[in-house]
C-alpha cells in the first residue's frame, strides 16, 4: 500500500475500462489514498497519456478516438480491466 511506485516494477500498469462517472471518482479518490500514480481520461478530457501513470481509468468513448488508441496499443500493460461490461449493450 505505501510507495506503490517503488515495490512494483517499473513496467507495471493497469487499464481500467469505466463507464460511470461515478466509478471514476471513487476509484480515483482510492488512488489518491494509495499513493498510486494515475490518469482518468473521460469525456472532454486530454488525449495525452501521462506515461508516469500506473493506473489509466478511461471511459468506452474515449477508446472511439484513433490517437488514443493508437497510444494505449504503443503501451505494455499488466493487466486490462472493463467495469459494468453489460452497460455497453445499452
Not at 488512488?31 to 486530454?46: C, D, R, T, Y
Not at 506515461?51 to 471511459?59: E, G, P, R
Amino acid at each position: 500500500r505505501d510507495n506503490f511506485s517503488h515495490n512494483f516494477p517499473q513496467e507495471t500498469r493497469v487499464l481500467y475500462v469505466v463507464p460511470l462517472i461515478s466509478i471514476y471518482h471513487s476509484l480515483s479518490a482510492e488512488m489518491e489514498k494509495l499513493n498510486i500514480p494515475f490518469q482518468v481520461m473521460g469525456a472532454g478530457s486530454s488525449t495525452e497519456i501521462n506515461k508516469s501513470a500506473k493506473v489509466l481509468f478511461i471511459s468506452p468513448e474515449r477508446l472511439l478516438n484513433k490517437f488514443v488508441v493508437k497510444s494505449i496499443m504503443g503501451l505494455q500493460w499488466s493487466c486490462v480491466s472493463i467495469d459494468e461490461p453489460h452497460l455497453a449493450l445499452e
